[in-house]
């Protein structure tokens, strides 16, 4: 890390410094490893680094320190960095002094975050079901994978001590934490020990809306995979950031993946050429589906938005988007010139084409097969074969749109450029293993990457021999490495 991203100390004027995060957010191997080449730097801040109203013993505003003496008549601004709402349509946020209202809007259901050690406002001020959470949180447990992939995007892992579907979580360090028992799998057998389990958590970031017996005060329904577009969906960091007070490093997230996904954008809608493409599934005939096999062109709003943005034409079918009949399905997606197979099961081209009603003969009478463009989500995976598509694609909003325009326009990418979550099986792409021996830091505070390389300053190869090689110019991206490099020290 370079020593000029240290934080210039605010301005102090009697009011206290307005970093959010302790200096210890990314971990004592960061830091230490830091200090080293800075020795200077830190002895000259020092007076800084000691916040006055710590002194006062106040605690941190903002921080992850409890608040010892709190006062309300002292109107102190517990929360100086405040989360603005942009792209997400599914969650709002509202700051008093020293607590937060946290509302997700598509269950109406609102988390009172108030400062630890200060007083909760009075629940008679609140509707009735309303979770009143001190916060920072330090203890949570996550009912989704989804979740997982959001709390360690913000550097909050040494939080999980609980996931469920454990099996299929991708994350290569909560792998290793369950493997070295300092995260436990949800038990779904042992009711008494399920119950300790939730007993031993301060929240419990749940899907949706459904609560489980004994968690009515702590169960924290999120709706990341509802909000309609990726930027939405990537803003939930946001969200998931009031719990921790790390408002302002989800901020600086949520702004680079934005600026980052718009540059993707720009990059892949300059191409003159839309192919069509088709996010496609078969479902095998079971009790499920009145066992009738049925083929589906999804609709859904957040794939459509990444087919447009990757500068292609989304295709859901021309009548119906569900068919019973294989003739019919494929006489719907013959000129797709791109499809995206999110059939559950199955692996590779034969299995495609078997699910598909496919022949070696049909070749050259569907696009995507001349073509070699049969694209699948399982990239990614632990294991057990869960998908990281379902964690890290929904947060990384800029890394998913990458590799959808690989897919759509890889003219407008570096030359073989490599994929994270969409492997062409028509060319034989390999799922990468994530499993525990891919966790790379034993720290738990290290935040985990961003997946998309940036945008604004990669080197595309237009295919036109070694003349064409070029940086995409004039994108207010330039800051990218920098906003990460300051959100590391932030
Ligand atoms: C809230 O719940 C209490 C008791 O459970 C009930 O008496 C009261 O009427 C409820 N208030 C509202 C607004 O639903
Ligand atoms: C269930 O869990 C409880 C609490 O951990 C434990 O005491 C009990 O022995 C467990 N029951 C069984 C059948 O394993
Ligand atoms: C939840 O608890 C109530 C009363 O304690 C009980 O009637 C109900 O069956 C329980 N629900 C589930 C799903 O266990
Ligand atoms: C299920 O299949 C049966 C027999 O083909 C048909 O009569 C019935 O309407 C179907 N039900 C649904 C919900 O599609
Ligand atoms: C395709 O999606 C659009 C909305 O994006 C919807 O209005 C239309 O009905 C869909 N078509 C089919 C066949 O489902």
Aim: contains cysteine; charged residues 15%.
């Amino acid at each position: 890390m370079a020593v000029q991203s240290f934080p210039i100390p605010p301005s102090t004027s009697g009011k206290a410094p307005r970093w959010t995060q302790p200096v210890s957010f990314y971990g004592q191997s960061v830091f230490s490893k830091y200090y080293a080449q800075s020795i200077c730097v830190f002895l000259l801040l020092i007076p800084f680094l000691i916040s006055p109203v710590a002194a006062q013993g106040q605690g941190a505003i903002g921080g992850q320190d409890c608040v010892t003496n709190y006062n309300p008549a002292d109107n102190v601004d517990y929360f100086p960095s405040k989360i603005t709402v942009d792209n997400a349509a599914l969650f709002k946020v509202r700051y008093a002094n020293n607590y937060k209202v946290v509302t997700n809007t598509a269950g109406k259901k609102d988390f009172v975050l108030y400062q630890c050690g200060t007083t909760a406002p009075p629940a008679s001020e609140f509707a009735n079901g309303t979770i009143f959470v001190p916060v920072p949180v330090k203890m949570a447990a996550s009912l989704t994978t989804t979740s997982v992939a959001f709390i360690e995007m913000l550097g909050r892992r040494s939080a999980l001590k609980v996931v469920d579907t454990e099996g299929l979580v991708s994350s290569p360090c909560v792998q290793l934490g369950l493997e070295k028992g300092e995260i436990v799998g949800l038990e779904d057998n042992n009711k008494t020990l399920r119950a300790e389990q939730f007993k031993a958590v301060e929240i419990v970031f749940g899907s949706g809306f459904s609560v489980e017996n004994g968690t009515e005060s702590k169960t924290v329904g999120t709706s990341e995979v509802s909000d309609p577009g990726p930027l939405n969906r990537a803003e939930w960091l946001e969200f998931y950031s009031t719990f921790f007070n790390l408002e302002e490093s989800a901020q600086k997230l949520t702004a680079s993946i934005n600026n980052n996904y718009n540059c993707f954008k720009s990059a892949a809608n300059a191409k003159a050429t839309k192919p069509l493409v088709a996010w496609s599934s078969y479902v095998a005939p079971s009790s499920y589906n009145n066992n009738t096999a049925t083929w589906t062109l999804s609709p859904a709003e957040y794939k459509k938005i990444l087919t447009v943005d990757a500068g292609a034409t989304f295709y859901n079918g021309t009548t119906k988007g569900t068919f019973t009949n294989s003739a019919e399905f494929l006489a719907a997606i013959k000129d797709v010139d791109i499809i995206i197979d999110e059939t559950f099961s199955g692996s590779d081209m034969t299995a495609f084409y078997a699910s598909y009603g496919l022949t070696n003969a049909d070749t050259a009478n569907y696009k995507f097969l001349a073509n070699k463009a049969v694209f699948r989500q399982d990239g990614l995976v632990n294991p057990n074969d869960g998908r990281d598509w379902f964690g890290g694609a929904v947060a990384m909003a800029d890394a998913a749109l990458q590799d959808i325009v690989r897919a759509t326009h890889p003219e407008a990418l570096p030359k073989d450029i490599k994929y994270n979550w969409l492997r062409n099986i028509a060319m034989d792409e390999p799922k990468q293993l994530l499993n525990s021996a891919n966790c790379p830091a034993t720290d738990s505070s290290t935040p985990v990457p961003d997946r998309a390389i940036t945008c604004s300053t990669m080197k595309v190869d237009e295919g036109k021999g070694n003349a064409a090689n070029k940086a995409i110019a004039g994108s207010a991206l330039t800051a990218f490495v920098g906003l990460l490099a300051s959100a590391l020290v932030f």
